[in-house]
């Protein structure tokens, strides 16, 4: 049986932390950025963490696709 690999689409998107957290950047921030203010930027600048459930789906999906 040939080996797992991961999948390279979810690879360039996320990231794993090293207590198992999954961060990813916000949607919201290549265009139309003249009518969102100033604090809604800079809140979409920094990366989020996902919530437990799809995270989970992500993190099966590094390790074996």
């Known amino acids: ?3 797992l690999k991961p999948h390279k ?3 360039k ?3 794993i ?3 198992g957290k999954v ?3 916000h949607a ?3 265009h139309l950025l ?3 203010n100033t604090k809604r930027k800079r809140h979409l600048r920094k990366p989020g963490v996902l919530n437990p459930e799809p ?3 992500i993190k099966d999906m590094v390790r074996s696709h």
């Open 9 to 11: 689409g979810i690879l």
């Open 34 to 36: 003249s009518t969102k």
């Open 1 to 3: 049986m040939p080996k």
């Open 23 to 25: 961060v990813a950047h």
């Open 17 to 19: 932390t090293r207590h």
């Open 55 to 57: 995270a989970r789906r």
């Open 28 to 30: 919201g921030k290549r």
């Open 13 to 15: 998107r996320f990231k």
